[in-house]
């Protein structure tokens, strides 16, 4: 079992930035650890992911903007957000344990948190 708890979110302007975090406990060797968004009316989507020996995959839409990073020590995630626009806007996931399809494939992680709302005003 693993247990992620994200944390970081809130409001920002556009051009700011946010640091999330996802703490795991558990069992935490359960990679990929991803994160995930979600805005109202759409479908959850792939935002960045990390694998055990460090390769990143990110979204075409956050590339060169976000950049996914693991402190292995303190069991943690993060998400460092730059650059931020008001389409950012959603609620953040951190997944982890995929078990098939690809890191940006959302139904096929067994777990996530509960989930850290950004708001980028314009």
């Known amino acids: 079992q693993v247990q992620l708890v994200e944390s970081g979110g809130g409001s920002v302007q556009a051009g700011g930035s946010l640091r999330l975090s996802c703490a795991a406990s558990?069992?935490?060797?359960?990679?990929?650890y991803s994160w995930f968004r979600q805005a109202p009316g759409k479908e959850r989507e792939g935002v960045a992911a990390?694998?055990?020996?460090?390769?990143?995959y990110y979204a075409d839409s956050v590339k060169g903007r976000f950049t996914i990073s693991q402190d292995n020590a303190k069991n943690t995630v993060y998400l460092q957000m730059n650059s931020l626009k008001p389409e950012d806007t959603a609620m953040y996931y951190c997944?982890?344990?995929?078990?098939?399809?690809?890191?940006?494939?959302?139904?096929?992680?067994?777990?996530w948190g509960q989930g850290t709302q950004v708001t980028v005003s314009s």
């Open positions: 997944a982890a344990d995929l078990y098939g399809g690809y890191w940006y494939s959302w139904n096929y992680y067994n777990y």
């Open positions: 558990g069992y935490t060797y359960r990679y990929p």
């Open positions: 990390i694998y055990g020996g460090g390769s990143t």
